[in-house]
């Protein structure tokens, strides 16, 4: 925005958003204050600087990551309401502008302005927030490229203080795309770019994972890893040195935190996270295990008007640059400068002028002689130090240090006078702490000086520990953290009655136990509360029955009559299930009730009476038809026997 362009309050952009107060003034755009005035609410202006207007390959970027940023709907991000070009003011001077959501209080970089480093329970409350709102971005196919302090917004309005939300998704990289790049300039904020950023250019993923891993060392530390007189040499820092543990800057802090940070601050992209998710879900896991609290964001107290950000969407002076042209169709590869050091100084000995007088004028003709002499001999030395130099003296041969530990093999470069940088991956075979290979490999010829990149091992992947509760993708992100395959069988999850249904129980195999790269660990997922066994109710009366199957959680009904010769009528035969069958509580179990009939005694009694006792009770006579004086002497079955229903009872009768 250039400073004629300030006066815009007032302003009624494309004939719906009144610009109100500036808000904030960064090297690319302004930021202002405004209204909707067909919704009537209030929003955030950004409008771009004109000069890139007439860039057609801007303007079309621009579009399309405006785009891209609208479909963002997640509560840690800015959300995109409208994009446009205003001409209010002609053809000539047209206006691109971004309206978005406004959030009312201040930035991360107004809360570490006033309270230097932070809370543990903060700092990670805030970078899980950060995290999130990367994760979704990345998983839209989105890269931030511009991941810095006052990148995040602190409003007000949260359940629980202040409400975190990350802005600018991808305008930066529109601008790294026009045409008004120049060839002496890096695009994005110095403190935080990775080092592929500053070497190629390039964004992804694991580029916004490292600025998000300085983001979280500047909390924790009270300052960025790197500083220095100038941004190029920040810059050359990031891709030359690796971030140092943020515990060499504030003592108290945790190893699993300095681990975490130096993880998704390697140089190397392929050895951080793979991109936010999987940062988000490390760094949530070290804070459970750490027992620290999520707790309410301060929303920090904003200046009213801010003359410049401080380092807000910035370009950084390069030193001789070279200028590198993206291929056709455009990409993050833009026109971009790449920094080159001189290998001279630009400086020269001052020359005495002509006329000056000359101190310690040699008196004697011999002194010259000698002087003479001397100068040969050293250009004669010089000339044959420089054959032997430039045929192979500035070279050596990389020396093996394959199967030595890290200190081997640093002191082992060193004399050879090679600078070694480490990196580390697992590997099945190589113990853990070991070296691997190095690059370049062992007997290749390398400058003095050059670096050697030295590769150790990790040793065989661990199991992670899943706590019981993690949902399926929190352990399918830990078990690939550790370059494990997830797997799911359901045939291998179990009941649990403290885990609730379709949360993880455990893995297999045991956590703590060593695969292989790329092994199978199975998921077990729990199938709920274990199923109930069914008490035995056999013997009991009907109504017995029922109350014990209610009472263990089921539902009785009847089944039907069956006759048993061991239990009395009106009595449980079996249920079904069968006793002791584990079903899940809730579940019908039908009852099966005795019909038997017991065989009264009929004996003494006289033929019409013995065939009326039997027919009562549901039984027939084999002869019982005699009156007079005849009486059974014999019943066959015997008085007291269980039989079915209909059974004839064979009597004998006198006379």
Do not use: C
Request: glycine share 10%; hydrophobic share 40%; net charge negative.
């Amino acid at each position: 925005m250039t400073p004629t362009e300030t006066g815009l309050t007032g302003t009624l952009l494309d004939r719906r958003y009144r610009v109100d107060g500036l808000l904030a003034r960064g090297g690319m755009s302004s930021v202002y204050r405004g209204v909707d005035t067909r919704l009537d609410r209030p929003v955030a202006i950004k409008i771009m600087d004109s000069r890139f207007a007439d860039d057609r390959t801007f303007v079309d970027r621009f579009e399309r990551e405006a785009r891209s940023a609208a479909r963002l709907h997640h509560p840690h991000v800015v959300a995109v309401h409208d994009q446009g070009f205003d001409t209010s003011a002609g053809p000539e001077d047209r206006r691109a502008f971004l309206v978005m959501e406004l959030v009312d209080g201040g930035t991360l970089r107004d809360l570490l302005d006033q309270h230097g480093a932070l809370d543990l329970p903060l700092a990670l409350t805030i970078a899980e927030h950060v995290l999130s709102a990367l994760a979704a971005a990345h998983a839209a196919g989105l890269v931030h490229r511009d991941v810095k302090p006052e990148n995040v917004l602190i409003g007000k309005g949260g359940n629980a203080g202040g409400v975190v939300k990350v802005g600018d998704f991808g305008l930066v990289r529109a601008v790294a795309s026009a045409g008004t790049t120049s060839t002496s300039v890096i695009l994005g904020t110095v403190a935080y770019l990775s080092p592929e950023q500053v070497t190629d250019g390039s964004a992804s993923e694991r580029g916004d994972v490292y600025s998000a891993g300085i983001l979280l060392y500047e909390m924790l530390a009270g300052r960025v890893p790197y500083t220095a007189d100038t941004a190029l040499s920040v810059a050359y820092r990031h891709v030359n040195d690796d971030v140092p543990a943020p515990s060499q800057a504030r003592a108290d802090l945790p190893p699993a935190l300095d681990d975490l940070v130096l993880r998704a601050t390697r140089r190397d992209p392929g050895a951080r996270p793979q991109d936010a998710g999987v940062f988000l879900a490390e760094l949530t896991e070290v804070r459970k295990q750490l027992g620290i609290p999520v707790v309410p964001v301060p929303v920090p107290a904003s200046p009213r008007e801010q003359e410049e950000v401080p380092d807000t969407e910035k370009t950084l002076p390069a030193f001789r640059a070279v200028t590198v042209q993206a291929p056709a169709g455009g990409g993050p590869r833009g026109t971009q400068a790449l920094p080159r050091m001189a290998h001279q100084a630009d400086t020269q000995q001052p020359v005495p002028p002509p006329g000056a007088p000359e101190e310690g004028r040699p008196r004697r003709r011999g002194v010259w002689v000698t002087l003479w002499v001397l100068v040969g001999l050293l250009v004669a030395g010089g000339i044959g130090a420089g054959v032997w130099w430039f045929t192979g003296g500035r070279y050596v041969d990389v020396p093996k240090v394959a199967g030595m530990d890290q200190a081997r093999a640093e002191q082992v470069l060193r004399q050879a006078e090679l600078t070694p940088r480490f990196t580390e991956e697992r590997h099945n075979t190589v113990p853990s702490g070991t070296v691997i290979r190095s690059d370049p490999e062992q007997g290749s010829r390398a400058l003095l000086g050059d670096e050697v990149t030295v590769v150790l091992s990790l040793g065989r992947p661990v199991v992670p520990d899943i706590p019981p509760g993690s949902s399926v993708r929190q352990a399918e992100q830990a078990i690939k953290a550790v370059q494990l395959e997830p797997k799911r069988d359901q045939a291998a999850d179990q009941y649990s009655a403290e885990v609730p249904e379709g949360a993880v129980v455990t893995v297999s195999p045991q956590p703590g136990s060593q695969a292989n790269i790329g092994d199978a660990v199975t998921i077990v997922v729990s199938k709920g509360p274990p199923p109930t066994p069914v008490p035995s109710v056999a013997g009991m009366s009907r109504d017995q029955a029922f109350q014990t199957l209610t009472a263990a959680g089921f539902q009785p009904y009847d089944a039907g009559e069956e006759f048993s010769g061991d239990v009395p009528a009106g009595h449980v035969t079996r249920t079904d299930p069968a006793g002791g069958a584990t079903i899940e509580a809730g579940n019908r179990v039908g009852v099966y009730v005795s019909n038997a009939v017991e065989v009264p005694s009929v004996l003494g009694r006289s033929g019409e009476e013995a065939v009326q006792i039997l027919s009562q009770a549901g039984l027939a006579a084999s002869d019982g038809g005699r009156g007079g004086f005849s009486f059974v002497i014999g019943q066959d079955p015997a008085p007291g026997t269980l039989v079915p229903k209909g059974t004839t009872i064979n009597l004998t009768i006198v006379p």
